[in-house]
């Protein structure tokens, strides 16, 4: 397992979680002049500059940022917060904002960012996408509030006051290997071209090694042995946390399922290394946890 965090991971954040249930503490950390705002607008982060070469842009708190804030944590002394906008509908205008970025798909422009201000645009998207879709309690339909700073959501009925915490969807990826090649799969939704390692979620009552053996048979009809893990990635595209693993194949013959991938073959390691990517065949975007699974295992043969 290699120490180098994956992009959207290694948020540069004290999360200082104990500071979320002390409602006079967040209030005096909003009103601080050294707080700052990470906006959020309909799943948008807020940047400047060139789309290849993006940063983050956070801004004080102030006139036409409303919105219930969400308090990420502390970056050294200064609390750092984040506000969905979505409501607004020409939020680049507002009186806090106008002139200093624009709200962008994080998907976009993510992958060139700072590491720090990626992770930390990839954790505001991820808490304003859960608030926004937790409104109403899950056991009885009442309106939920927010609490403890944005990180829990409390159902306003007090005969259920049932607690919401933010969900993560765990999820795992795998690269199937036979020593020399690997199993690459294409589904109909990908770009044109894209071709990816295999993944799957996790089910109730499974464990992440019996996760990935299944995932393999239902999408490629291929045993696996071997099974180990690289590394993980927070994916808030909406809500999941990818977990990397290596497993090595002991059947060949690939089968596909009618419901799972639209083709999958072979391919090997050689081949990837030295292949120029294009409209026929191209390798996953950058930014995820199966380019660089794959990247590892081509640079370790």
């Known amino acids: 397992m290699s120490d180098r965090p994956n992009v959207y991971a290694g948020v540069p954040l004290d999360r200082a979680a104990l500071r979320r249930k002390n409602e006079d503490w967040l209030t005096q950390a909003w009103l601080s002049p050294d707080a700052r705002v990470l906006p959020v607008w309909q799943t948008r982060s807020f940047v400047t500059g060139p789309a290849d070469a993006a940063r983050a842009v ?12 969400i308090f990420l944590g502390l970056l050294g002394e200064d609390p750092i917060f984040a506000v969905d906008l979505s409501i607004a509908e020409s939020p680049e ?6 002139g200093l970025g624009r709200f962008e798909d994080l998907r976009a422009v993510g992958p060139l960012m700072p590491e720090g201000e990626g992770a930390l645009c990839a954790y505001a998207r991820g808490m304003a996408w859960w608030n926004a879709r937790h409104r109403f309690c899950g056991v009885c339909g009442a309106p939920a509030a927010s609490a403890e700073a944005g990180h829990v959501r409390i159902c306003t009925d007090p005969a259920c006051a049932t607690h919401h915490f933010p969900r993560t969807d765990p999820a795992v990826i795998m690269l199937v290997h036979d020593g020399d090649r690997v199993v690459l799969g294409r589904q109909s939704r990908f770009p044109p071209g894209m071709h990816s390692v295999l993944a799957g979620f996790v089910e109730p009552g499974e464990s992440l090694e019996e996760t990935v053996a299944r995932e393999v048979m239902e999408e490629v009809g291929l045993s696996v042995t071997d099974v180990r893990y690289q590394s993980s990635q927070p994916w808030p595209f909406p809500s999941s946390l990818m977990l990397g693993f290596t497993a090595r194949a002991t059947s060949f013959d690939i089968e596909t399922g009618q419901d799972e991938l639209e083709s999958a073959q072979w391919y090997d390691r050689a081949f990837l290394r030295d292949h120029s990517p294009s409209e026929a065949f191209r390798l996953p975007r950058r930014d995820s946890i199966a380019h660089r699974l794959l990247a590892e295992w081509i640079a370790a043969g």
């Open 58 to 69: 956070l801004v004080p708190p102030g006139a036409g940022l409303e919105g219930v804030p």
């Open 93 to 98: 205008s507002l009186p806090g904002l106008e």
